[in-house]
């Protein structure tokens, strides 16, 4: 081998930041170590195999920590240490730690869930998937190329189509899982095109370079670049639920097992908004005048259809919780799309995108903590109706006034401080933005979201029809229940530290 071939193969030769990508791979690690187990353990002892997610999450959550003292990058191009495929800003960490965080608590809720299914979910591949597709969504926060944010936005998702479909000889399930599957194809699909398209015209994949050569394509490639950018969007829009993409949210809430529809609308969000923040804000900021509107539009039509259909389950009738917290999480979308949108029109992008992370977090939180009652009523009540929360005080009144909380968490009324702290944050970003007509569309969608979450909260409190259910309430849903509502009230009391938190050195 000649000299000069011995120097690019050694410059080719990098070692990797095995600290940096260690909640990720512990995380797909620990995936793997319950699957294989799963051969192993007898029938008898299978449920005291969902704590082994349960403290590999929380291990994989407090390996964030050592990353905290400064920004790593791995799997580099030689001799460009800043342009890498894999990065741990504060930016991925906060992403992180909500995808962690969040999967700790479903994976909580799963182990009644599993306990109560008795054999109708196979433990082994679920929890093999559940970890799997936690371990794609925790990936994609660090992702800097586009070939490895699709990659990593498929590893998030394909587990997923599984997770929602594994209720075995239950049509809906199965029904919702095909939905699910054949809609995230498709946008993928069209994302991969769009990426070709950006690839095509700048001839790289690491965003970073895309962001320096996009603006100074040709005249005669400048259509196919505007096409590649929207077509990218797709993807990750389809993921955040943003109308029209959100057809599948309903009937795959509703027909999947309960912790993965929470998890779908917390973990599956976080990956939509992620994607979106980086392909916009770090790959196309030179095309702000293209996703900028769009995701304006986008935001509006959402935050609207989606609390148009929640507003239609109207808790009289046999409409289930779940479908109502499906048609909820497609209204939350839209309020998360804004800062996004915002920062298309903003002189300082990192502040809009502050208020979309911190906003996630606040509802990831006061969701979890909803869908954690749900399961609770879901025990007893097997269609879930909103109807048969009627009465939930007189029952369990610590659990009736938690999820009267996180339910005025979600309207942005008080004691939910910290859901008002959230709403005024997005409200500001789209104020200071100069888009005055979104601020005002966002508005008049808070004002009709307070009725259904009014009603549903006012149905508590109501007397039951006949005597009180006796709800036990299992030590994981107990775990659950018991984070969100100290979270959600702590916050609640210091909502600053949730803009800090996830303000603070963004890119």
């Not at 187990?37 to 999450?57: H, M, Q, S």
């Not at 929890?127 to 590893?155: H, K, M, N, Q, Y």
């Not at 916009?280 to 609207?304: D, E, I, K, R």
Request: charged share 10%.
């Amino acid at each position: 081998m000649s000299a000069p071939a011995q120097q690019l193969a050694a410059s080719a030769v990098q070692s990797v930041d095995w600290l940096a990508i260690t909640p990720p791979t512990l995380t797909a690690v620990i995936a793997l170590v319950v699957l294989v187990a799963d051969l192993f353990v007898p029938e008898a002892r299978k449920p005291l195999l969902g704590w082994v997610p349960v403290a590999g999450l929380a291990a994989a959550t407090l390996s964030l920590l050592p990353l905290l003292d400064g920004d790593r990058g791995t799997f580099c191009l030689p001799r460009q240490p800043r342009v890498c495929s894999y990065t741990a800003d504060h930016f991925t960490l906060v992403v992180q730690f909500l995808v962690l965080g969040a999967a700790l608590l479903v994976a909580l809720l799963s182990v009644t869930a599993l306990k109560d299914a008795r054999g109708g979910l196979p433990e082994g591949e679920y929890w093999f998937l559940l970890l799997s597709a936690t371990a794609g969504a925790a990936l994609l926060p660090a992702a800097r190329d586009l070939a490895t944010l699709i990659v990593a936005l498929e590893v998030a998702s394909l587990p997923a189509f599984a997770l929602v479909g594994l209720r075995h000889g239950d049509r809906r399930s199965s029904d919702a899982a095909l939905k699910f599957f054949l809609s995230s194809v498709t946008a993928t699909a069209v994302s991969l095109l769009g990426v070709s398209f950006v690839y095509a015209t700048t001839g790289t994949l690491y965003l970073t370079q895309v962001a320096a050569r996009i603006q100074h394509v040709d005249g005669q490639f400048h259509t196919l670049a505007q096409t590649g950018v929207v077509l990218t969007l797709v993807g990750f829009a389809f993921k955040l639920a943003a109308v029209p993409f959100h057809f599948w949210v309903p009937d795959t809430y509703a027909g999947a097992p309960l912790p993965i529809a929470a998890y779908l609308s917390v973990v599956g969000k976080a990956v939509g908004f992620t994607g979106l923040i980086l392909v916009t804000v770090v790959a196309f900021p030179s095309y702000a005048g293209v996703w900028g509107p769009a995701l304006a539009v986008l935001a509006a039509l959402t935050m609207t259809v989606g609390n148009v259909g929640a507003l239609r389950q109207h808790p009289t009738r046999a409409y289930s919780a779940v479908r109502l917290l499906a048609w909820s999480s497609v209204g939350q979308a839209g309020y998360l799309l804004v800062p996004i949108a915002a920062a298309g029109y903003a002189h300082d992008a990192r502040k809009s995108i502050g208020s979309t992370v911190a906003y996630a977090l606040m509802y990831a939180v006061v969701n979890l903590g909803a869908f954690t009652v749900a399961a609770l009523v879901g025990r007893t009540r097997t269609r879930n109706r909103v109807a048969d929360y009627r009465g939930l005080y007189a029952a369990r009144p610590v659990t009736a006034l938690l999820l009267a909380f996180f339910l005025l968490c979600l309207a942005g009324l008080p004691p939910g401080v910290i859901g008002l702290f959230a709403k005024v944050t997005v409200f500001s970003a789209a104020v200071d933005a100069g888009l005055g007509w979104l601020a005002v569309v966002m508005a008049v969608n808070v004002v009709i979201a307070l009725f259904y979450y009014l009603q549903w909260t006012a149905l508590l409190f109501r007397a039951p029809e006949g005597a009180p259910a006796r709800l036990r309430m299992p030590a994981p849903l107990t775990a659950a229940l018991t984070l969100t509502g100290l979270l959600g009230i702590a916050l609640s009391g210091a909502p600053q530290l949730v803009l800090r938190f996830a303000g603070g050195g963004l890119f």
